[in-house]
DNA sequence: ATTATATACATAAGATTCTGAGGTATTTGT
DNA sequence: ACAAATACCTCAGAATCTTATGTATATAAT
């Protein structure tokens, strides 16, 4: 399972990137798809997603949309047009600071190293 | 200077690593190799460096030796037998973490990509 | 039939780590 | 003479995370 609180605020920008790729989805799947992608080593805490969804909701960044599916109910969330912008916004600032930790971290390649 | 607020969980990991390529550092030379490393993107805050710095001692990791520099003084800091150690497995930590970030932020080039 | 696991939402206490402001003191540049 | 740089430090408050708890239904296992 490893360390999984290593970057801090890198949680909205997944929530926001997998929706722009994704149209709709809700919590649930959210934690399942980060834990596939990543053959469970990072593994979203419902006590961690569910507080910054309905914060990014706060902020007008998504939209939410309930559905009954069997008996159970889904709270679909998706990408409002300020979601859409900050998506950008929030995955080049993240590649930055990755980019910067690399220099940081990494002496030996500083002019050009590929991400 | 961008987002600097991206560094949670980093911060111990980058100053072990540079006290490795470095042998011995005190706290503002730290502030100050990171923010030549990175272009002036990324600054240490003092608020965060200093206890920091102070906690991984206290996990023994660090060791320190007051200078006299002038009429300065200089708390220098360097890595102990622990802290060598240390410095190995939070740096694979910090690249595994990096990657599965790629994994989830990037999904077309998921099989072979370069850090 | 009962129990455990999976699905699906949520909150809340406590820990950790950061920001931003403040404090002390010396040295160097203008 | 004053500002900026050098050098250390602490602390209130903010933000984000972990862990635990709670509710409820569906499915798999014993």
């Known amino acids: 399972m490893t360390n999984n609180n290593l970057i801090k605020g890198s949680l909205q920008t997944i929530i926001l990137k997998l929706l722009e790729e994704n149209e709709k989805m809700y919590g649930y799947e959210i934690t399942q798809r ?4 990543t053959a469970g080593e990072i593994k979203i805490t419902e006590g961690a997603l569910y507080p910054a969804l309905h914060k990014l909701e706060a902020e007008g960044l998504l939209s939410t949309e309930i559905q ?5 109910v889904r709270k679909y ?4 047009k300020d979601g859409q912008k900050e998506v950008t916004s929030k995955m080049s600032e993240l590649q930055g600071f990755v980019e910067n930790l690399q220099r940081i971290l990494t002496p030996d390649l500083k002019p050009g190293f590929n991400i």
Chains 1, 2 share one sequence.
């Not at 980060?34 to 992608?37: I, Q």
């Not at 969330?77 to 409002?80: A, G, I, K, R, W």
């Open 34 to 37: 980060v834990k596939e992608l």
């Open 77 to 80: 969330y998706s990408l409002t």
């Open 68 to 72: 009954q599916v069997d008996n159970r």
